[in-house]
């Protein structure tokens, strides 16, 4: 169903470890607050005369177009000042734009939502339907590069999969996409066929309108400035010094502006968490995440706040540059060397939990109430050093090989090439003969470097849910799909991909045949599943309501407030 991988959250150990707020996602919307003492002084019970507050952000915005932009700062500062028909609010989609739950015909292939009245931008123009129609005509253009461009597929919006598809008579023909508008405040949007997660879908980023009208004005340099977007959404943007910092100013047009109590928002790009630390030390800023260095002088504090998160880590294998991957055995063998409960516990010591899965605990529950992960809690193909080294033994016989060299890919910031460092001594001791090397690289070619499949096996890299759906993640592994460069490949996989796309009016049965799936994922060991992550965040007293949710932004200070200290 997907043909591009997404790495907009696609994130290293060190970006997660250095994020400035939360991840980009969390097992439960946990708010913050209480009483204490702090830095600041104690929190009371009224409100602050300056509703303010400061962040430190460890980089600048990559982007503030909602159809370009691909990692979790764009996203974040995206949410609070553009918004879609539905919006995350208490783990729940709720409707933003739209002025109430939608229509839905008999077959659940056609949604009719109605666009509120009072819904405009900044500039004064009204939020129109035609708005929608543009940005998502716009967002499965080829001519856009999107990275996100497969999303109206994913939806199974009518006629997107031909659309998006180069190969295909209807490639590019984006008016032939299922939406239109009905009228200014009316979207129908036409679905292929049932799609459980739609409405999930409808909250994320690169289903926000854009202002046809302005857009189009601006050409290339939207959302460049400032003074090249306009905003619908919370907040707008005021001021974007860029490799400084940026400030958000509370939207007075904003449908729900009344309940929007801060005023404005400051952020300031600081690079060293010792620095970041000493800035929440010193009052100025609010809330800063921190790592397992930071976490002892902190852990009976009560502004620490430990947020369970649905991003799950993974060690990726390439069999496409190792034959000897190739064999089942040395996969599993690879999996059962690593003592995850040491990984998370003593090089973490974070509140991260091992994983032998590969869709997160408490993301999504199945139509019965029941966590998804409720089928097999702990995951599949547990095991410890004894077993991987009985796979060892019987994988070089069947391989005719009495040793294997294997290169091991990660970032080159000091924590993630510790954390490497544990993996491959963990791989040599459950699997004598095996060497492993580390290389480090920078980000950016870390990344380049996964996307061409030129690694033997990547560390470090995680994933973290665009919709509130299984298929977020299970999808990845398809053999189609971009995200899948280390070659894996299982027919049995596909068919029950292809056989749970296809059930989206019969709930129940989908899920069990995507918990089917996950469990030949990792059987079969397409990748090496690492650990459920969490953060640590360190939350002034009298800063109440901040949230650190399960989907949409990382961090939502929409409905916080700031206390007298």
């Not at 066929?193 to 994320?204: D, E, G, I, R, W």
């Not at 033997?456 to 299984?470: I, M």
Request: aromatic residues 10%.
């Amino acid at each position: 169903m997907r043909g591009k991988a997404k790495w907009s959250i696609f994130v290293s150990i060190m970006l997660v470890l250095s994020l400035f707020l939360a991840a980009c996602s969390g097992g439960g919307s946990k708010g913050t607050g209480g009483s204490g003492k702090s830095s600041g002084g104690g929190s009371s019970n009224e409100l602050a005369d300056k509703q303010e507050l400061n962040f430190a952000a460890t980089q600048d915005i990559p982007s503030m177009n909602s159809l370009i932009a691909t990692d979790t700062t764009s996203f974040q500062n995206i949410y609070m000042v553009t918004s879609g028909l539905y919006m995350f609010k208490d783990e729940k989609p709720e409707p933003d734009m739209a002025a109430g739950p939608p229509e839905v015909t008999n077959d659940g292939k056609t949604y009719t939502f109605k666009i509120r009245d009072d819904a405009k931008w900044s500039n004064g123009d009204p939020v129109t339907a035609g708005d929608f129609v543009y940005a998502w005509q716009k967002l499965i253009d080829s001519k856009t590069g999107s990275q996100y461009g497969n999303m109206p597929v994913v939806a199974n919006i009518k006629n997107a999969a031909k659309i998006y598809d180069p190969n295909s008579d209807m490639h590019d023909k984006v008016d032939q996409l299922g939406v239109k508008a009905l009228d200014d405040k009316t979207l129908q949007v036409q679905l292929e066929k049932p799609t459980a997660y739609f409405l999930s879908l409808m909250a994320f980023g690169p289903f926000f309108p854009q202002d046809k009208n302005f857009a189009e004005k601006q050409g290339k340099n939207y959302a460049l400035e400032p003074s090249n977007m306009v905003y619908n959404g919370a907040y707008v943007m005021k001021e974007w010094k860029h490799g400084v910092g940026w400030t958000l100013e509370k939207n007075p047009d904003y449908w729900d502006a009344k309940n929007i109590t801060i005023d404005k928002v400051n952020y300031k790009i600081v690079k060293d968490i010792g620095t970041r630390v000493n800035l929440y030390k010193t009052d100025r800023v609010q809330d800063v995440g921190i790592n397992a260095d930071f976490i002892p002088q902190w852990k009976n504090s009560p502004e620490l706040v430990k947020v369970p998160t649905s991003c799950v880590f993974n060690i990726k294998l390439n069999q496409k540059a190792v034959p000897a991957l190739k064999n089942v055995k040395v996969r599993q063998a690879i999996s059962m060397s690593i003592d995850r409960k040491q990984y998370t516990d003593i090089l973490l010591g974070d509140g991260s939990t091992p994983a032998n899965y590969w869709v997160p605990k408490n993301f999504v529950l199945t139509p019965d109430g029941k966590d998804f992960r409720e089928a097999a809690p702990d995951g599949y193909m547990q095991g410890d050093k004894a077993q991987a080294k009985k796979l060892w033994e019987e994988a070089k016989k069947e391989l005719g090989i009495n040793d294997l060299k294997l290169e091991y890919l990660t970032t080159d910031n000091d924590t993630s090439v510790k954390y490497a460092e544990f993996v491959a001594k963990q791989i040599e001791e459950g699997m004598p003969g095996v060497k492993v090397s580390i290389n480090k690289q920078p980000w950016n070619n870390y990344l380049n470097l996964d996307q061409n499949s030129k690694y033997q096996v990547a560390g470090g890299s995680g994933w973290c849910p665009d919709y509130q759906d299984p298929t977020t993640f299970l999808d990845l592994y398809k053999s189609d799909n971009e995200f899948n460069t280390g070659g894996w490949n299982n027919k049995t996989y596909d068919k029950l991909m292809k056989e749970a796309d296809n059930m989206g009016n019969k709930p129940e049965e989908r899920m069990k045949k995507l918990q089917e799936a996950e469990k030949v994922l990792i059987e079969d060991m397409g990748m090496v599943p690492l650990y459920q992550s969490a953060n640590v965040i360190l939350v002034k007293p009298y800063v109440k309501g901040l949230k650190f949710p399960n989907n949409g932004p990382s961090t939502d200070y929409r409905y916080a407030k700031v206390y007298k200290h």
